[in-house]
């Protein structure tokens, strides 16, 4: 027989009925004795003692003021009190009715407080006491008999598991614009449905696949596919999950993770940016004693602890697979990587008819197109496009989304919503108006960077006057130096034609000239176009990021060769610009042309603006 010490334990039920007996004592007690009339003022009292109501009136006067509180005793055994902002008022009334003939008196000034409200101000005080004492005894008794349940959840994991029949999980038909690494994933379902096809020829199956690619190209939807489609069960957590401030945690939870699924087998672990746990060690603060780096190694220790083909696959994903430990990217942890890319137009146009597949879509919305100027969405892009469509549509209460709802969205992601209510003067809008017109030339004419997709001088969410947005409708993989120094003629184009319009210039050109630095500076130090510097890599690596040396930040080149790079950055915008410059005073009729459509619709099209170089 197990002996427990007994413990406190008070109910909600308890505490709410304590409650309301503390405020009904406290309501009785302040209209115990004397009642004060609501709404009784010194009109009615005027009134009542000229009909002989009452047969005693008492005047407490304030300490302080004129004011006083007064007590009436009616003649029929009734009372009443009322406050009066001067006692003198009272008295004067007492005085002028001759046939009152009852007492009247005015005591002297309270100087405290009273002796009720000190003994109801006690008692109350005692009795929070006394009930706060309770709660404290029941909860610490609840705790001591809690701690152990407590303390071993701590270091429990915190993985979600997926049963192959779960709502949530998936198949690869859910899975679009990824061909090629549904292939690759293959072998893993195969092996996950019939192993003995894998052992019987001596076959590894790899114990790990980390999973590379920017945010949002679907590295978790792709790991939940694969164990929907082999049919076993999926354990999907962050690696943020692992990491706490009491060291030793995380390793635990690591142990607990692998004892599931062990005990799961065959199954999937799923560690979503694990990055955050298997970063490469001795970058912390706290050298190799932190916290992170104890899971880190608990997992290295896991990964090589479940034998060959016990049908259990460690799956990854991250976007910085550059910081990670090498020690996890071994062979026989993460032994495969495999890259997600960015969906090309065909995978775009997949991932759009999915995530429009639940919604009422109109006969003039073409996928295709649609496609061709989304070059760089990711699948999560396209996602929020199509859900920002649908609000759109349900927003002005149409029953089916549209071009027009897909385009309009496709421009708010990109840019940012429109701000037409905002106040812009005359003159802002002119200089606005040709600074995005020397833009969407310089799109249209140059070959590598257009054309143009809408031009517009409606001040955006962004903080932005006006906007140009072009159409990248290739899915090029390297960038040329051609391009690259296009895209500096473009970022340059409205300051240059500020200038030749108006006698100055402003400040809205400075995000270009900062993005058009950027890109000649990187044509420099790091892709090796320029000729003085020669094809050596002098970017700065960002070792802060990683932690690994915080005390030398140094540059890894002379002052000298950096006056050279500088020198040679100058150079390239300087040639940019003259070429640019002569560009647009080649189609200063255009530029008039663009700059007056846009003061006068504010908004146009690829279509109006390319009809101005025909007319």
């Given at each position: 027989?197990?002996?427990?010490?007994?413990?406190f334990?008070?109910?909600p039920?308890?505490?709410?009925?304590?409650?309301?007996?503390?405020i009904?004592f406290?309501i009785?007690?302040?209209?115990?004795?004397?009642?004060n009339?609501?709404?009784?003022?010194?009109?009615?009292?005027?009134?009542?003692?000229?009909?002989?109501?009452?047969k005693?009136?008492?005047?407490?006067?304030?300490?302080?003021?004129?004011?006083?509180?007064?007590?009436?005793?009616?003649?029929?055994?009734?009372?009443?009190?009322?406050?009066?902002?001067?006692?003198?008022?009272?008295?004067?009334?007492?005085?002028?009715?001759?046939?009152?003939?009852?007492?009247?008196?005015?005591?002297?000034?309270e100087?405290?407080?009273?002796?009720?409200?000190?003994i109801?101000?006690?008692?109350?005080?005692?009795?929070?006491?006394?009930?706060?004492?309770?709660?404290?005894?029941?909860?610490q008794?609840?705790n001591?008999?809690?701690?152990?349940?407590?303390?071993?959840?701590?270091?429990?994991?915190?993985?979600?598991?997926?049963a192959?029949?779960?709502?949530?999980?998936?198949?690869f038909?859910?899975?679009a614009?990824?061909?090629?690494?549904?292939?690759?994933?293959?072998?893993?379902?195969?092996?996950?449905?019939?192993?003995?096809?894998?052992?019987?020829?001596?076959?590894?199956?790899?114990?790990?696949?980390?999973?590379?690619?920017?945010?949002g190209?679907?590295?978790?939807l792709?790991?939940?596919?694969i164990?929907?489609?082999?049919?076993?069960?999926?354990f999907?957590?962050?690696?943020?999950?692992f990491?706490?401030?009491?060291?030793?945690?995380?390793?635990?939870?690591?142990?607990?993770?692998f004892?599931?699924?062990?005990a799961?087998?065959?199954c999937?672990?799923?560690?979503?940016?694990?990055d955050?746990?298997?970063?490469?060690?001795?970058?912390?603060?706290?050298?190799?004693?932190?916290?992170?780096?104890q899971?880190?190694?608990?997992?290295?220790?896991?990964?090589?602890?479940?034998?060959?083909?016990?049908?259990i696959i460690?799956?990854?994903?991250?976007?910085?697979?550059?910081?990670?430990d090498?020690?996890?990217?071994r062979?026989?942890?993460?032994?495969?990587?495999?890259?997600?890319?960015?969906?090309?137009?065909?995978g775009?146009?997949?991932?759009?008819?999915?995530?429009a597949?639940?919604?009422?879509?109109?006969?003039?919305?073409?996928?295709?197109?649609?496609?061709?100027?989304?070059?760089?969405?990711?699948?999560a892009?396209?996602?929020?496009?199509?859900?920002?469509?649908?609000?759109r549509?349900?927003?002005?209460?149409?029953?089916?989304?549209?071009?027009?709802?897909?385009?309009?969205?496709?421009?708010?992601?990109g840019?940012?919503?429109?701000?037409?209510?905002?106040?812009?003067?005359?003159?802002?809008?002119k200089i606005?108006?040709?600074?995005?017109?020397?833009?969407?030339?310089?799109?249209?004419v140059?070959?590598?960077?257009?054309p143009?997709?809408?031009?517009?001088?409606?001040?955006?969410?962004t903080?932005?006057a006006g906007?140009?947005?072009?159409?990248?409708?290739?899915?090029?993989?390297?960038?040329?130096?051609?391009?690259?120094?296009?895209?500096?003629k473009?970022?340059?184009?409205?300051?240059?034609?500020?200038?030749?319009?108006?006698?100055?210039?402003?400040?809205g050109?400075s995000?270009d000239?900062?993005?058009?630095?950027?890109?000649?500076?990187?044509?420099?130090?790091?892709?090796?176009?320029?000729?003085?510097?020669?094809?050596?890599?002098?970017?700065?690596?960002?070792?802060?990021?990683i932690?690994r040396?915080?005390?030398?930040?140094?540059?890894?080149?002379?002052?000298k060769?950096?006056?050279?790079?500088?020198?040679?950055?100058?150079?390239?915008i300087?040639?940019?610009?003259e070429d640019a410059?002569?560009?647009l005073?080649?189609?200063?009729?255009?530029?008039?042309k663009?700059?007056?459509?846009?003061?006068?619709?504010?908004?146009?099209?690829?279509?109006?603006?390319?009809?101005?170089?025909?007319?």
């Amino acid at each position: 027989m197990d002996n427990k010490e007994p413990s406190f334990f008070i109910s909600p039920r308890l505490i709410i009925l304590f409650v309301l007996v503390l405020i009904g004592f406290f309501i009785w007690a302040s209209f115990n004795g004397t009642s004060n009339t609501t709404g009784y003022n010194l009109m009615k009292f005027e009134q009542e003692i000229k009909e002989g109501n009452f047969k005693s009136v008492d005047v407490y006067p304030s300490a302080n003021s004129n004011a006083g509180k007064v007590y009436v005793d009616g003649k029929k055994g009734t009372s009443v009190s009322f406050y009066v902002s001067d006692i003198t008022k009272v008295e004067e009334i007492v005085k002028s009715v001759d046939s009152y003939e009852g007492d009247y008196s005015v005591h002297k000034p309270e100087s405290g407080i009273s002796s009720n409200v000190i003994i109801i101000g006690i008692i109350g005080v005692v009795a929070v006491v006394v009930f706060m004492f309770f709660v404290f005894i029941g909860s610490q008794a609840r705790n001591i008999q809690g701690t152990d349940n407590r303390m071993a959840n701590f270091g429990k994991s915190r993985a979600r598991k997926i049963a192959p029949d779960d709502p949530a999980a998936r198949k690869f038909d859910d899975v679009a614009g990824m061909k090629e690494e549904k292939e690759e994933m293959q072998e893993f379902v195969d092996f996950l449905k019939a192993p003995e096809d894998y052992t019987k020829v001596g076959a590894r199956i790899p114990k790990g696949v980390i999973l590379v690619g920017s945010p949002g190209t679907g590295k978790t939807l792709l790991a939940k596919a694969i164990a929907g489609e082999a049919g076993v069960p999926f354990f999907s957590l962050s690696g943020s999950d692992f990491v706490e401030m009491f060291v030793g945690v995380g390793a635990s939870r690591v142990r607990d993770l692998f004892e599931q699924a062990k005990a799961n087998s065959p199954c999937i672990i799923f560690i979503d940016e694990i990055d955050a746990v298997a970063r490469k060690r001795g970058s912390g603060m706290g050298g190799g004693h932190d916290e992170r780096e104890q899971t880190l190694n608990q997992l290295l220790v896991e990964m090589d602890g479940f034998g060959v083909n016990e049908g259990i696959i460690v799956m990854a994903a991250t976007n910085r697979i550059d910081i990670l430990d090498p020690a996890i990217l071994r062979p026989g942890r993460f032994d495969r990587h495999i890259t997600v890319s960015m969906p090309d137009v065909a995978g775009r146009e997949e991932i759009l008819k999915v995530h429009a597949f639940n919604k009422p879509i109109a006969d003039d919305v073409d996928f295709r197109a649609i496609a061709r100027i989304t070059a760089g969405f990711s699948g999560a892009d396209l996602e929020n496009l199509m859900n920002e469509s649908a609000i759109r549509c349900a927003k002005d209460k149409r029953q089916y989304i549209t071009d027009e709802d897909i385009r309009t969205s496709f421009i708010k992601i990109g840019i940012g919503a429109e701000r037409k209510s905002r106040k812009v003067t005359e003159h802002d809008r002119k200089i606005t108006a040709y600074h995005e017109a020397g833009h969407a030339i310089l799109f249209h004419v140059l070959p590598d960077v257009g054309p143009v997709h809408t031009i517009s001088i409606i001040p955006t969410g962004t903080g932005a006057a006006g906007y140009t947005m072009p159409i990248n409708e290739k899915d090029n993989i390297f960038r040329t130096r051609g391009e690259m120094i296009q895209d500096i003629k473009v970022s340059l184009g409205g300051r240059i034609a500020e200038s030749l319009i108006f006698d100055d210039v402003t400040t809205g050109a400075s995000q270009d000239i900062k993005q058009a630095t950027s890109i000649a500076r990187d044509m420099v130090t790091k892709f090796g176009f320029s000729d003085s510097v020669g094809m050596i890599n002098y970017a700065n690596e960002d070792e802060m990021f990683i932690g690994r040396d915080m005390m030398h930040a140094a540059k890894a080149y002379s002052e000298k060769t950096a006056s050279i790079i500088d020198c040679e950055v100058k150079k390239i915008i300087d040639s940019c610009y003259e070429d640019a410059k002569m560009i647009l005073m080649d189609n200063i009729n255009v530029l008039h042309k663009s700059a007056e459509m846009l003061l006068e619709k504010e908004r146009i099209t690829r279509e109006e603006f390319e009809m101005l170089f025909e007319a």
